[in-house]
């Protein structure tokens, strides 16, 4: 089973420039799947067992014995404007260290679901119009500096915060973040709107292999 993620973000931009919700981005990118893959199984929130704890999964698609773990994130910035009659106020999320490391423990949970479950892919996407995400800071040694998603950074191995992070900062994502594989980051133009600031979406999609393809 074959999901080319660039065919689908491209057909959602044509339809889709912008989402109210991460809800309304997960439920948009299911439907072009189900009419992408018909016959195939399509679950959301499906919980797995792996062999030490029960993993939350945005989407599931399996087809024939093979599988598609997927991970959404829409992190956006403030945002008011009208599209062919249809009015949008996005928030702005902010917090992009806590965003970072959010998107990175994605891909360790689908790591660790590919790992268990037979001929099963896996795909962390993060689709937003907050620059500070792909662009390169201008100041280095920020606490959260090992979770930076920017252009052409290779992804692997033990992620941490450094010791400057405050408790605060670090509440409830206190651990380290271990990336088995590697994987370099490229972001894509998604969409541009019509508005001052924050008018370009851009997203960030990354491959897990299924274990049959890993070496």
Known sequence: MNLD???????LASQRRV??????????????LHLRQPKASIRLEK?????TKTLH???????????????LKYKTRSLKLNLDGEDFHL????????????FIKDICRLEEITSTIRDCEGWAI???NDTAYWKTPQSTGTVDEAF??????SLSGNLAWTDQASAG????????????????LTWNDYSTVNNPSYSNFRYLAVKIPAAREAS
Do not use: C
Not at 57 to 71: K, N, P, R, T, Y
């Open 19 to 32: 989402f109210h919700s991460e809800a309304d981005f997960q439920h948009a990118f299911a439907w072009e």
């Open 126 to 128: 993060l689709l937003t």
């Open 47 to 51: 919980p797995l067992r792996t062999d």
């Open 91 to 102: 928030s702005s999320h902010s917090a992009q260290d806590l965003g970072r490391y959010d």
């Open 148 to 153: 930076r998603l920017t252009e052409g950074r």
């Open 5 to 11: 993620i660039q065919s689908v973000m491209n057909t």
């Open 57 to 71: 999964l945005d989407f599931l698609i399996e087809h024939h014995g093979e599988s598609i773990a997927v991970e």
């Open 169 to 184: 900062t670090k509440k409830n994502r206190e651990r380290d973040l271990s990336v088995t594989g590697q994987y370099t």
